[in-house]
């Protein structure tokens, strides 16, 4: 194989760099309409102003401010002409949500209904009004809910006319469970509500608004979608997306209810997500304007289709290119082109075996070190980012979040994926010869793509596209005049590096714990084609370009490192929980992550003892705390009958400190029970937990096997809200996760 002098390689090479570092630039949202945009149009800074009303302050469930956001919105639909109510009822985790124990809660719902002209049906705009106890909510999810007011706005005023049923649903209580969706499914006619909803989400304060989950089949709802301004998805994101339960949102209480459910949600800049300056100050607009154009051009899509048209059909393959354009094909293409690939591989070997360029064998060993690369490649990034927090203990503290700066930190993630590249080549050129080193690798990409496109088609365009092209280049490139091999070769591999720079970054965004996965097998597979280009392009010290990757890996890493930190405008998060046994008068600070330089004042590395270990399994973290008087929630017994061997009891608890949440504990077999008027099947085995419970107190009857019950009572407030004389609130640098409660703890007597 040949691919031009030493010069035009590396040439060759920076330009298809040079196309997947734009690519991944113009999937990164620019530009907003401000207020002074037409009144048909979605305008970012207009729906800004809904932000900043609804985000003034942490509004979680069963707060003030919660009640205050709920009274502002419904008004707010109401001037917009839409026919409002507020829906209450009794949620509970749906079965998707992966949690230990059951949650269940006391919701409001907000339902505003704009009749269509001839309905077929009904299309929800979905988001949810309630905030963590962290932070304001800003972004989650108050751009969800600015973007459809604002939407709806825009319709209104542009005087359009819908023929289906438009729904504006507001869900309440998602922060604490899918609570409020899972509600409102519950309360259809049948247990069920049809139609199609577009829900909206945010885990982080920035970066595209992608399409990550989706209802299968796809086929049909993919037709609107493709249509969108900002369609910014794939067909092995929503694949994935459907299993997906790390990150989950009211997807999982709306699609069991028979509805067919578009999730949109941005992640960049996830630092601050339940943070305490997810604020107004920290949305980003253009994000906001990418969310608001999308959801307009559903609601007008899906509004005069006949929805009836949307269920069935099968799923489709779909990929981005660059200016917003989503190509969406039926499988049988992604198979036929997988086929074309593998022939046109075959093809590829047969020549340079006639050729007497290389051997079957070396071009076999070469493929098989090049997949073993891949793996290595994903443990090289996953411990970089070990390292990263061994030498900033303080990033252990972000779980599920990246820093606050972490571009520098993206960047050394793809160096890592680089030199583990560069690595293989020099052994490659090594063990075997160049040209069963190019063709190997790109026979682990053919081979990748081959199975997975047998085990699932629909997400193996993100291989198959790409990889045909790369196949085609190299067939392509023997059969030209050897002044255009080089030419046609880079051409024909544009493909993988549009792929590999819509990708990567991307990916990047979502989250550095998810890099290992989702960013160095597209680095490897994709990205090492475009190296062919750099067969005579490599020094004869070869070492020296794995080197100088790693060199620059560190250097990259360490940039990284001295301009991100944690001050007050980046505040670090902790986590801190005050369990107090009102039976005993013991008290403990209890923490289920290491202590930081905060906590360490309360916890050490000390498991929780007794009834506190029993009540918080997971704390790794406790310590001594002081005691004072602190009202503990009550049980009064209402009823207690025991008739054919079974006990049923009816209790009324409350917390007498105006707790959010309320938990009952069971050490008894349980077989029946009824929260809030609800019953709940299957009974959970160790009990449940209540948000926002009224403040008369909430009614649950249970049945047992008669004999004597055991029942432990746990009531909660937000820690920096209970009122506790000993505690002092952190420094400004550092903030409260939403899960630092104060919790009072007690025996149910009497039964």
């Not at 340079?352 to 079957?360: D, G, H, I």
């Not at 001050?567 to 930081?596: K, N, T």
Request: hydrophobic content about 45%.
């Amino acid at each position: 194989m040949r691919s031009g002098s030493r010069l035009s390689g590396v040439l060759a090479f920076v330009f298809l760099l040079a196309v997947a570092a734009a690519v991944a630039w113009d999937a990164q949202p620019r530009g907003y309409r401000d207020q002074a945009a037409p009144v048909a149009a979605f305008s970012a800074e207009r729906a800004l102003r809904t932000v900043e009303e609804i985000a003034r302050q942490p509004h979680p469930v069963g707060s003030a401010e919660h009640a205050r956001v709920r009274d502002h919105l419904a008004g707010e639909l109401r001037r917009l002409g839409l026919e409002t109510e507020v829906q209450e009822g009794i949620g509970r985790w749906p079965e998707a949500l992966r949690r230990d124990g059951l949650g269940i809660g006391r919701v409001f719902n907000i339902v505003g209904r704009m009749p269509g002209t001839n309905s077929t049906g009904t299309v929800y705009l979905a988001a949810h009004y309630d905030s963590t106890h962290s932070g304001p909510g800003a972004n989650d999810d108050g751009v969800g809910v600015a973007s459809i007011l604002e939407t709806v706005r825009a319709l209104k005023e542009s005087g359009t006319t819908l023929r289906n049923d438009l729904v504006v649903l507001l869900t309440d209580g998602e922060e604490m469970g899918l609570l409020g969706a899972e509600a409102y499914v519950a309360s259809g006619p049948d247990g069920k509500r049809s139609g199609v909803v577009v829900n909206h989400e945010a885990r982080g304060a920035g970066g595209p608004v992608l399409l990550w989950r989706i209802t299968h089949p796809d086929g049909k709802l993919m037709e609107a979608v493709a249509r969108v301004p900002h369609p910014n998805t794939d067909s092995l994101s929503t694949s994935a997306g459907e299993a997906q339960t790390s990150s989950n949102t009211d997807f999982a209480s709306l699609e069991p209810g028979g509805m067919q459910v578009l999730d949109w949600a941005y992640a960049g800049n996830s630092a601050y997500y339940h943070n305490v300056l997810d604020d107004p100050a920290h949305v980003h607009l253009p994000t906001v304007q990418q969310m608001g154009d999308n959801a307009l051009s559903l609601a007008r899509d899906y509004g005069n289709t006949d929805l009836a048209t949307l269920s069935g059909g099968s799923d489709r393959a779909y990929f981005q290119l660059p200016f917003d354009v989503l190509i969406v094909v039926p499988v049988w293409v992604i198979i036929a082109l997988a086929v074309a690939m593998v022939a046109l591989f075959a093809w590829v070997v047969w020549r340079v075996r006639r050729n007497a360029e290389t051997k079957l064998r070396t071009v076999v060993l070469a493929g098989f070190t090049y997949l073993l690369a891949v793996p290595l490649a994903m443990g090289a990034v996953y411990g970089l980012w070990e390292v990263l927090q061994t030498v900033r203990p303080e990033y252990r503290s972000l779980r599920f979040v990246d820093p606050y700066r972490p571009e520098s930190f993206y960047v050394a993630i793809l160096l890592v994926c680089a030199t583990v590249l560069a690595l293989w080549w020099v052994l490659a050129r090594r063990l075997f010869d160049t040209t069963a080193a190019a063709v190997g690798l790109l026979g682990g990409l053919v081979l990748a793509a081959t199975v997975m496109t047998a085990v699932a088609p629909v997400t193996a365009q993100i291989l198959v596209v790409p990889g045909f092209f790369a196949v085609l280049a190299v067939a392509a490139s023997m059969l030209v005049p050897s002044r255009w091999q080089l030419p046609v070769l880079t051409v024909l591999l544009i493909p993988a590096a549009v792929f590999v720079g819509g990708t990567s970054w991307a990916a990047l965004q979502t989250g550095i714990t998810g890099a290992p996965f989702l960013v160095a097998p597209v680095v490897m597979l994709l990205g090492g084609v475009l190296t062919v280009t750099l067969i005579r392009a490599w020094p004869r010290r070869g070492w020296a370009v794995p080197a100088v990757a790693f060199a620059l890996t560190v250097a990259v890493a360490a940039l990284g490192l001295a301009i991100d930190g944690f001050d007050a405008d980046h505040p670090q998060p902790s986590q801190l929980i005050y369990a107090f046994d009102a039976d005993r008068g013991e008290a403990q600070w209890l923490s289920p992550v290491e202590a930081d330089r905060w906590t360490d004042g309360f916890v050490d590395d000390r498991a929780p003892t007794a009834q506190f270990a029993a009540l918080w399994p997971k704390a790794v973290a406790s310590g001594p705390a002081p005691t004072q008087p602190i009202s503990a929630p009550v049980a009064e017994i209402v009823s207690d009958t025991t008739d054919a061997g079974q006990r049923t009891v009816k209790l009324r608890i409350k917390s007498t400190r105006g707790g959010t949440r309320l938990d009952l504990k069971f050490d008894s077999d349980i077989r029946a029970l009824r929260v809030g008027g609800r019953e709940i099947t299957p009974v959970p085995s160790s009990g449940f937990q209540f948000f926002a419970p009224p403040v008369e107190g909430l009614e649950v009857e249970l049945t047992a096997p008669a004999g004597p019950i055991s029942l432990r009572l746990i009531d909660y407030t937000w820690l920096p809200d209970s009122g506790l004389g000993f505690y002092q609130p952190p420094p400004s640098d550092i903030y409260l996760r939403q899960n630092s409660m104060a919790a009072v703890f007690t025996t149910v007597r009497g039964l």
